[in-house]
């Protein structure tokens, strides 16, 4: 199993600042999504990134993936309170198979106002 | 609407008394999977299923049972819950590319007392 790290564990930031979250591993990634989830609810998908040094912009969100596969980062500018949440990656197996999804343990985002 | 329908989403029982949480996707998905959610551990995959009649372990399935008799179900059975089985469950299901994530159902919280 892989073993997917994140950084920070928490964060609590002003509504207006940026902030980057990062997940880590030892391992090679076929590739890597990011989901975020809010209380009460189920995890819901952002991305998937899956070249090398690949990224993606969804609005304020850029997600970047390591050249050589084995980190990504998100990064939210001017953050506001409608981001607070938990986010999470999630790695595939190195076969790339989408049912053995395993994930990271996540950061929790507070944006206050 | 397409989803993920989880029943029931809150549910406490007593240790020892065999119960079924139900998960049923009508998106025509092929992948289904069960993970637990617990503090400080993250999501954890008990089960996964690449299609009809095809299951196998993740990486905590003990205590824990699945079938797949068809596409759009893949029921959770826990035969003798134990407290250490209290946590929030998911159920989720993807097309199995990897470029697709996975949906999530709304989660089933169970306590065993």
């Known amino acids: ?113 | 609407e397409a989803q993920v329908t989880q029943n029931p989403r809150y549910l406490i029982t007593v240790t020892g008394k065999k119960l079924t949480v139900t998960c049923s996707q009508n998106m025509n998905h092929e992948y289904m999977s069960w993970y637990r959610q617990d503090p400080g551990l993250g999501l954890r995959q008990i089960y996964y299923s690449m299609n009809v009649e095809v299951t196998d372990k993740g990486d905590v399935p003990e205590g824990y049972k699945v079938s797949r008799k068809e596409k759009r179900n893949f029921p959770l059975i826990l035969e003798s819950p134990s407290p250490n089985q209290t946590s929030l469950y998911f159920c989720a299901s993807s097309p199995g590319t990897s470029i697709y994530g996975y949906t999530f159902g709304s989660g089933t919280r169970l306590t065993v007392v």
């Open chain 1, 1 to 113: 199993t892989q073993l997917l790290e994140q950084s920070p564990q928490f964060l609590s930031i002003q509504e207006g600042e940026n902030l980057t979250v990062y997940c880590n591993s030892s391992s090679v990634f076929s590739s890597l999504q990011w989901y975020r989830q809010e209380p009460g609810e189920g995890p819901v998908l952002l991305v998937t990134v899956v070249t090398g040094g690949e990224v993606k912009k969804l609005k304020r969100l850029t997600f970047q993936f390591g050249d050589a596969r084995k980190d990504s980062s998100l990064h939210i500018t001017a953050a506001q309170p409608g981001d607070t949440g938990l986010y999470l990656c999630a790695a595939l197996n190195s076969g790339g198979s989408n049912y053995k999804l395993t994930f990271g343990k996540g950061t929790l985002l507070t944006v206050n106002p």
